[in-house]
């Protein structure tokens, strides 16, 4: 089962790994750093470590590894990229309006877009997250001493209380597994996070933030459902 101590360490590093790379997307938008270079550092943990530690007091302090566990936290940084996050060469421009309240000529001009991109989770990145959601799923039992079968794990899933639960509980399994060096499936990080960081309506939620309490809350309510499941035979 998952431990209160290692999701603490999990989500500040996923909090300021992110932090860089969109300071990082940043710093190519204002022309600060190639695009060529801001490329490689994101997919090299030792370059990114290198380079920061040379730029270290131009860097925002919660973009900053922590002393603890650098290494996990270039292991995450270098990862975004292949995950579902992209740097475009080329953003192109948006419309933008103050409050965005009006997109009239009169009331709205035209910026550059965000270096920054995630792209929508394509069939497959769907595919390979539910097979990692019911992996979990399949962990965390044999955790509690069951054993499911293909039935039961589907009837779970196909709650939305629970399926919202065990991709919070899936993406923190990944999480760990990619900031000690393990890898996993292509696109299943962005997926899982969409399951639980957005809404139904496809829309991200207002304010969310990962945070250790909503996580280990997950885990302790797929507990009490697998718990409650009639015993085998």
């Known amino acids: ?31 600060v750093i190639g695009f060529d270079a801001a490329h490689a550092y994101a ?26 566990d650098s290494a996990g936290f270039f292991r995450l940084f270098a990862g975004y990229l292949d995950h579902g996050h992209r740097l475009a060469r080329e953003p192109g421009q948006r419309p933008y309006s103050p409050g965005a309240h009006c997109f009239c000529e009169m009331c709205s001009w035209f910026i550059n877009g965000p270096n920054l ?25 044999l955790d509690r001493g069951r054993l499911l079968d293909e039935d039961q794990v589907g009837a779970l899933m196909r709650q939305p209380e629970l ?16 900031m000690r060096g393990g890898g996993c499936e292509t ?26 309490d909503a996580v280990m809350a997950a885990q302790a309510l797929l507990a009490e459902r697998l718990d409650a499941l009639p015993a085998p035979g």
């Open 187 to 212: 696109g299943v990080p962005i997926a899982l996070w969409r399951r639980f960081a957005w809404t139904a309506q496809g829309a991200p939620k207002r304010k969310f933030r990962l945070r250790t």
């Open 1 to 31: 089962m998952l431990q209160r101590e290692d999701i603490e360490n999990a989500v500040e590093l996923q909090t300021r790994s992110y932090a860089l790379l969109r300071w990082l997307a940043q710093a190519v938008q204002r022309g």
């Open 43 to 68: 997919r090299d943990p030792a370059a990114a470590a290198a380079w920061t530690q040379r730029h270290r007091s131009e860097l925002p302090p919660d973009a900053l590894p922590p002393q603890h």
């Open 163 to 178: 399926r919202e639960a065990a991709a919070l509980y899936a993406y923190a399994e990944t999480l760990l597994r990619r």
């Open 117 to 141: 991109r995630s792209r929508p989770p394509t069939a497959g990145d769907q595919r390979r997250a539910d097979r990692q959601m019911r992996a979990s799923l399949d962990e965390l039992a």
